[in-house]
């Protein structure tokens, strides 16, 4: 009795830290939502300087996109791999979507080097300013996605796949699943729109 | 509840994913993702079309991944989730499309252009960023209209671009001088109405050519026009 | 070197005005009074333990009653400034202060009075009640509670610290508004603290209305449905709500505004394509929905006063609910009316006009249910009740001063005019201050044990009443006489300043209404004995938080009751339910991560205020580090066994004082200036601090 007690107060817990997070992620969305707005103000007031249709290389955003995606779904199969408990599984397919995350974030800093190099900074003018907080901010959010990533793994490598790990892994991946949402809408409105 | 021996927590029945539905999620993510690549480098449709048309299966992968990724809807009711996140979006739109709207309808009256052009003609600044802005380098003659008795002398001046022409009251009244016929009010240059105090006179800078009408608003029947040479 | 290790800081940044000098002075002094007081009585232990570290809701809720409070003084003492220098300031008279000092005060007076007094005390009394509404332990994260409690005070410190450290706050106005608030404009330090006070007491807001969410949704007592909510828990829900859909954009913003500070974007710069228009729109799309943010719990607390007093239920309680909800749905389509004058086409202002209009439909819903719950019912005057009375008729004709600037055309004769700003104070202290007011005297029997003294309180009351229409009444006729806002001199030939005189009297009666309110509370400890609450329930009320004893154990309940109905506690008394009985409670453990992240995270604001990037970088290193710390923390409960939860009841029972015998009234003030020059006589004479 206390036994059935205990886990359905673990449960309710466990509900709750659930949905909690999933409010979180509702004002992350919400503070995206800012800052989409801003660049579709003023990504218009480049002073005559280039546009995005002249700096942007679709190759390579088609290429970051594709590989976040299918960290999105390596992240998935993890996830399924920790609900059954197994350990080594967990590893390998988080191990897979923490490499690829890592290979956007190269590409990104690439491009971001790219563009620095060639002159065009945030205080070059409102359209460059807007582009590298939007697409920085979700570069901040994917080095916190890794971070978060790289020490869960160590601890489940560590503490082994106990119920507070599987909680975490699951946060993880409401997080990861999200930043590629976020990241289909700059992939349209940045960079595709870009070229229409 | 849960019949296996691990101590795993109970989710919410329902709410896990199948191998199934990552893979369906991740093969229709492919798809639509490849479509608006592929719309816009071919350019095969282009402009208002192409914009509404990536717009649209960007929401659509969206959703996509938040039923197959993220298994909204699937959980036990109350569905607090699906809640907030549809009211999420809605706010989204009111922050993104209000903006935008709103950003541009603040144009409405004046735009950014016609205010620099007004500053600049006000200020006399001749030029701004290396171009020209049209603006009067100081002016040149002076016209006076005086107003008296019911009388506009003289009715119809004539004057060169950068000249100034200067209303003035002998009246005992206050006179409103506007631009256009009666009844419109019409603005000249920025100037909307010139209120005119007896023995007062208000001065205008004439930087805009052409043929205009002025006409006492509280009187309609003073009237007179000005030509203004380039 | 230095210039990497200290940032933009120099000896010039030490207090060297006289304001700068003085405040520095007397904070220093208040510490070290505090400090000495501690020591003596051998307190740091306790005060760390119970209640630094705690995350017991009622604790926190006890805390920011005490900060918000002590903002309030300072918010008010902003006040009286503003109103002297109004009232001297004509002609000739330049009044006492310079013009940068002048805007300085009101900017501060306006975030302080928003951020840190009424969000503060309303946070306080959401923490505390809610959960006891509801029939919870606690609230959903105890963690996220004292997360959100420090971070607030961080904020705080930084809103006061500009006075030791910098001298200079933000001269923008409490919204600092583009490109005013860039660093072309305003290049001191004094804007970068506006901007991490808010930012980082925001974060805390965030987190602390996400947790109100999770709590009133996921942890309601079994039986007690959405319906079955009491209004004060639907208020603060419907509040909450809106708190966590808006303060990400002020997050946002901030973070837009900082960019351009410090790292020299340019979105609302005057150059290089910067539109500062849109920092108008981007922070009126919080700042609108900030102030219902700030009515909603007040509504929901005038509706459970209004029940208890007319002895019944409320007249329509799906119409008081829907009203609410109204409300919060309509917040997000008004912004504009802010910024009519920004140049928007006519039916864009139009359009917002009327959605402001429609507003008061909603609200008025709410205003109709409770004067019909009062119709026919048993009313009781007491202080509760007085502020309620005092609140219908301010915030009727606040409201309505607002429906008339909600018309464009009169918006654009009275934008930005004093008329809005007697609009405005109507609405926050009419509507939100006297909610907390009545709120708090309400509740009071139940947080502190014992009821307050009634006779001061209603004296109090009608100084503020009278103060309040004294004060505001002159600037609704300064308004439409064309006085703007935010004037630190005019002409004498405007005639404004009998009215600048005689709102200065309002102020100053409103004043002896809070120093009345502070001896109302100090005459109530002294009557204690006679005011103690001993039944838990000194009203008469309807809902749950009148089912535990006053002052509440730290579990509230010990069994989490089963409710079935809108009123939970007037059923189980009249059907005799309340049991006692006992059973295992999991109780969350102390916590000092809130602390720690929280001084983490005002070191990080310092540091970018100060552009010391090493100190800025490191702290946030430290905040993740924490947080990591916390998250993988798996030991954060423990638990009150059956056994030891009766002893704990019994021992409680047995410690319960007998009532007071006699028929003692509520002291007088006669009786109270008496009592403190009897004290203040024998202080002298025994002189207590030498015998130590």
Redesign the interface.
Known sequence: MAH?LA?S????A????M??F???L?????????????Y???QG???GGPTGRDLFS?PLV?AE??IL??S??TC??G??AA?A?NKNQVLTWFGITFTLGLMFLGLELYEFAELIHEGHT??????F??FF?LVGTHGLHIISGL?WMA?TLI?VLKRGL???M???LTLLS?FW??L??VW??I???VY??A?? | MSKTSHHLPDHPKGDHGTMHSYIIGFLLSLLFTAIPYYLVVSKSVTGTALLATILGIAVLQMAIQIFFFLHLGRGPKPLYNVVFFVSTVGIILVVVLGSIFIMDNLQYNMTGAEVNKYLAQKEGISQLGGEKTGACQGTNANHKVTLKSGKVSPLHTEARLCDTITFINEDDMVREITFGQHPKHDAYSGNNDLLVRKGRGKTITLNQPGTYKFHDHLNPDIAGDFTVIP | MKEFLLGKLSLRALPHEWFTIGATVSFLLLALIVIVAITRLKRWKWLWNEWLTSVDPKKIGIMYFLVGGFMLLRGGLDAIMIWLQQALSSGSSQGYLSADHFQQIFTAHGNIMVFFVAMALIFGLINYIVPLQIGARDLASPFLNTLGFWLFVAGVIMVNIFFMVGGEYAATGWLAVAPLSGTEFSPGVGVDYWIWSLQISGIGTTLGALNFIMTILKMRAPGMTLWKMPLFTWGSLCSMIMAVTVFPLLTATLFLMFLDRNFGAHFFTTTLGGNAMMYTNLIWMWGHPEVYILMLPSFGAFSEIVQTFSRKAIASYKSNVLGMIGVSAFALSVWLHHFFTMGAGANVNAFFGLMTMIIAIPTSVLVFTWIATMYKGRIRFATPMLWFMGFIGTFAIGGIAGVLLAVPPVDFQLHNSLFLVAHFHTMVIGGVLFGIFAGLSYWFPKIAGFRLNERIGKYAFWCWLSGFIMAFTPLYVLGIMGATRRLDHYDASTGYQPFFIMSLIGGIVIMIGVALQIVQIIASFIQKRHLLDITGDPWGGRSLEWATPSIPPPYNFTVIPTVSSRDAYLDLKSLGLLKHDYEDIHMPRSTASGIYISAFAFLAGFGFVWHINWLAVLSIIAIIVCVIMRTFNENTEYTITAAEVEKLETDRIKKLLPAPAGNNEDMGLREFVGIVIVWGLNVIRTKPWRTH
Do not use: C, P, Q
């Not at chain 1, 466990?14 to 830290?17: A, G, P």
């Not at chain 1, 509702?26 to 801003?38: E, S």
């Open positions: 059935a886990e107060h673990e449960e309710a466990n509900d709750r830290v949905f909690g999933w409010v979180y509702m004002t992350d969305l919400l503070m995206f939502a800012v800052l989409f707005a801003v579709a103000v003023l007031n480049t002073l679709l088609l996109t594709l995606l299918t999105s779904f998935g199969i996830m399924i609900r408990g945030i205080t070059t003018n409102a359209f300013s807007s907080t971070l020490i601890y106990n119920k507070h599987v909680r975490k409401l699943h999200f590629d949402i289909i809408f992939f349209t409105i595709l729109r070229f229409v």
